[in-house]
Each structure stands twice: as structure tokens, then as C-alpha cells.
């Protein structure tokens, strides 16, 4: 049988990749057989993470439509062609709706949301002309279930879940597959505030059915898939990876 989930020979773009989560899915796709192209907006954490992994580094801010075009096309040239994204890179700024600044709230609307329709349309213009593509966007449990302090980014991977249809619907008869990936709670520097305090940490494990966190690692078997041929008939899902959280009251 030829390997359904293999990767190789295709271009994978991660943001947000110089640490957590995409990091992991990029170590995960490499392991694949993908040639990888690390991005992130900090080039300190991005050059020491590409060197690493020994492969390419661009940095950018996906906020920003021109220094995503002139990305996207120095890839395109450098590299080539890309096969797959990763819309992965993602911020927090917690508050209260109630005392949330609105600058605030707009930030991580426009980094979180706005950032994976700018790279995606940008990546999707070249798939589009070549009818091939696997987008992957990185969603969360809070699109779903939500807390308090943190309802500007709740709003943002909610609008995750539907760009991630939006998407699937326009760019599907270009051969272009669309899909999100939902993480439950995960050990990140994203998430250090909340392990790092001990009451969130034992609700953490004492909600989820498999009674822990979840580990970067844990994200790498679905990611590869979406990325493969395996997943050549799923478009607009929004796969949840949460231990379990979501089936239980
Ligand atoms: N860690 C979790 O538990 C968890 C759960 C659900 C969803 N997520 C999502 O997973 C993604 C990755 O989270 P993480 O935990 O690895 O976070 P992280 O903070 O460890 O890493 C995020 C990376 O994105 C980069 N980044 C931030 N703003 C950027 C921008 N404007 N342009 C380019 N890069 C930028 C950062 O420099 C950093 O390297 C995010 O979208 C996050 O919302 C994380």
C-alpha cells in the first residue's frame, strides 16, 4: 500500500512556528517527508528554531497584507511552490469584556482571525492557479465552550470555524482541501499563565476525561493527515483535540 499519509516532496508553511504548538506540527510534517518553511513574527526565537530544525526561516507579521505578499512569493521562489499552510500563530490578551481596552480586543481579532484569512488568501492564490492545496487553521476548544477573560479570542476562533468553511466553499472545485484543527488545553508558553497556576491546572485535569494536558505532540497525528492525501474528501470540518472535553458535562 502507498503511504496515504506521507508528505513527501510537498512545501509546508507554519506560522506562529518558532515554538509550541507549530513547532511541534512541523517537526510532525518534516518527519512526514514535507519540506518544511518555518515563519513567525519574532526572527530571534524564528532563526534559533529554523537552525534547529535545519530547515528555511521567513519572519513576518501574518497581521500585515505586504509583508505576507512579499513572504508568500519569496517562498514561492526560494522554495517553492506551497502545498500546505499552517495557519497556527496566535495571541492572548486577557481581560474582562467588561474592562477589555479595544485595542486589545481588535489585536488579537486581527492577529488571530484576520492574519489566517491574509496568509491563507495569499497561499490560496498560487494553489488556485496549480489545483492543489491542503489548508490547515488553527482553531481552539474556546471556539466551542468559552471562559471568562479571554472573550476577544473566543470571538476569533469561533470566526475560525466558519473562515474555515468560508473557505472550503470557495476554493474546494480548485482542489483545494480546507479544514481546522481544535486544540483542547495544550502546554504552551501560550498557556503558562493557566498551568503555572495550581487551582487552573487541577480543574484542567480533573475536567478532562483523559485526566491530563495535552501534549504538542498529540496535535502531529491529525495534522499530518489533514496535510495528506488520507484526508483527500474532508473540507470545512473542524476536528476538536481535547481529550475528551467536549463530550461531558
Ligand atoms: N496552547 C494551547 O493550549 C492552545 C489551545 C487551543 C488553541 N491554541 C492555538 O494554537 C496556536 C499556537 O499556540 P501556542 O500555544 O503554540 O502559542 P505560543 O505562544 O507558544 O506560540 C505562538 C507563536 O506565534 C507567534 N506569533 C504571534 N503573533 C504573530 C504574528 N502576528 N505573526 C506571526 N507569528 C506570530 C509567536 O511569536 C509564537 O512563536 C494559536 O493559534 C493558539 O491560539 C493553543
Given at each position: 500500500?502507498?503511504?496515504?499519509?506521507?508528505l513527501?516532496?510537498?512545501?509546508?508553511?507554519v506560522?506562529?512556528s518558532?515554538?509550541?504548538?507549530g513547532?511541534?506540527?512541523?517537526?510532525?510534517?518534516?518527519e512526514a517527508?514535507?519540506?518544511?518553511?518555518?515563519?513567525d513574527?519574532?526572527?530571534t526565537?524564528?532563526?534559533?528554531?529554523?537552525a534547529?530544525?535545519?530547515v528555511?526561516g521567513?519572519?513576518?507579521?501574518?497581521s500585515n497584507?505586504?509583508?505576507?505578499?512579499?513572504?508568500?512569493?519569496?517562498i514561492?521562489?526560494e522554495?517553492?511552490?506551497?502545498d500546505?499552510?499552517?495557519?497556527?500563530a496566535?495571541?492572548h490578551?486577557r481581560?474582562?469584556?467588561?474592562?477589555?481596552?479595544?485595542?486589545?480586543?481588535?489585536?488579537?481579532?486581527?492577529?488571530?482571525?484576520?492574519g489566517?484569512?491574509?496568509?491563507?488568501?495569499?497561499?490560496?492564490?498560487?494553489?488556485?492557479?496549480?489545483?492543489?492545496?491542503?489548508?490547515?487553521?488553527?482553531?481552539?476548544?474556546?471556539?466551542?465552550?468559552v471562559?471568562?477573560?479571554?472573550?476577544n479570542y473566543?470571538?476569533?476562533?469561533?470566526?475560525?470555524?466558519?473562515?474555515?468553511?468560508s473557505?472550503?466553499?470557495?476554493?474546494?472545485?480548485?482542489?483545494?482541501?480546507?479544514?481546522a484543527?481544535?486544540?483542547?488545553?495544550?502546554?504552551?508558553d501560550?498557556t503558562?499563565?493557566l498551568?503555572e497556576?495550581?487551582?487552573?491546572?487541577?480543574?484542567v485535569?480533573?475536567?478532562?476525561?483523559?485526566?491530563?494536558w495535552?501534549?504538542?505532540k498529540?496535535?502531529v497525528g491529525?495534522?499530518v493527515?489533514?496535510?495528506?492525501?488520507?484526508?483527500?474528501?474532508?473540507s470545512g470540518q473542524?476536528?476538536y483535540?481535547?481529550?475528551?472535553?467536549q463530550?461531558c458535562?
Open positions: 500500500m502507498t503511504d496515504i499519509f506521507s513527501e516532496g510537498r512545501v509546508a508553511l506560522t506562529g518558532a515554538q509550541g504548538l513547532n511541534v506540527i512541523a517537526r510532525g510534517m518534516k517527508g514535507a519540506k518544511v518553511v518555518l515563519s513574527v519574532n526572527p526565537t524564528l532563526q534559533a528554531a529554523a534547529e530544525l535545519g528555511p521567513y519572519a513576518f507579521d501574518i497584507e505586504a509583508q505576507v505578499t512579499e513572504a508568500v512569493a519569496k514561492e521562489a522554495v517553492g511552490p506551497i500546505i499552510l499552517v495557519n497556527n496566535g495571541i490578551k481581560n474582562l469584556l467588561i474592562d477589555m481596552p479595544v485595542e486589545n480586543w481588535r489585536k488579537v481579532i486581527d492577529v488571530n482571525l484576520s489566517a484569512f491574509i496568509v491563507g488568501r495569499a497561499v490560496a492564490r498560487g494553489m488556485i492557479a496549480r489545483k492543489y492545496g491542503k489548508i490547515i487553521n488553527i482553531a481552539s476548544i474556546n471556539a466551542m465552550m471562559r471568562p477573560n479571554i472573550g473566543c470571538a476569533a476562533k469561533g470566526g475560525i470555524v466558519t473562515l474555515t468553511k473557505m472550503a466553499t470557495e476554493w474546494g472545485e480548485f482542489g483545494i482541501n480546507v479544514n484543527i481544535g486544540p483542547g488545553y495544550f502546554l504552551t501560550l503558562k499563565p498551568s497556576d495550581p487551582e487552573f491546572d487541577a480543574w485535569k480533573s475536567e478532562v476525561p483523559l485526566r491530563r495535552g501534549d504538542p498529540d496535535l491529525l495534522a493527515m489533514l496535510a495528506s492525501p488520507a484526508s483527500n474528501y474532508i473542524t476536528i483535540v481535547d481529550g475528551g472535553w463530550a458535562l
